[in-house]
């Protein structure tokens, strides 16, 4: 599971990124950061080590007489 972010490590990485948000915007945002943070670590799980990249890409070629 992904690690619960709180109030404050949001606000902190608010101000790293430029912004000034008061307690109520806080508090508004921090239930969809949650979620995001879950959404994340629930793909993650989806995608493992055992899932190999293609390596190659090839397009199909229009075939024009």
């Known amino acids: 599971m992904a690690s ?3 109030r404050d490590e949001l606000r902190v990485r608010a ?9 109520d915007e806080l508090d ?5 950061v949650k979620r995001a ?3 994340a670590d629930d793909l ?6 055992a899932d190999e990249p293609a390596a190659v890409f090839a397009p199909a070629r229009n075939q024009r007489e």
Do not use: D, F
């Open 4 to 6: 619960e972010i709180t």
């Open 15 to 23: 101000v790293r990124a430029g912004l000034e948000l008061s307690e």
């Open 28 to 32: 508004q945002l921090l239930p969809g």
């Open 37 to 39: 943070y879950n959404q």
């Open 44 to 49: 993650r799980k989806l995608v493992t080590n």
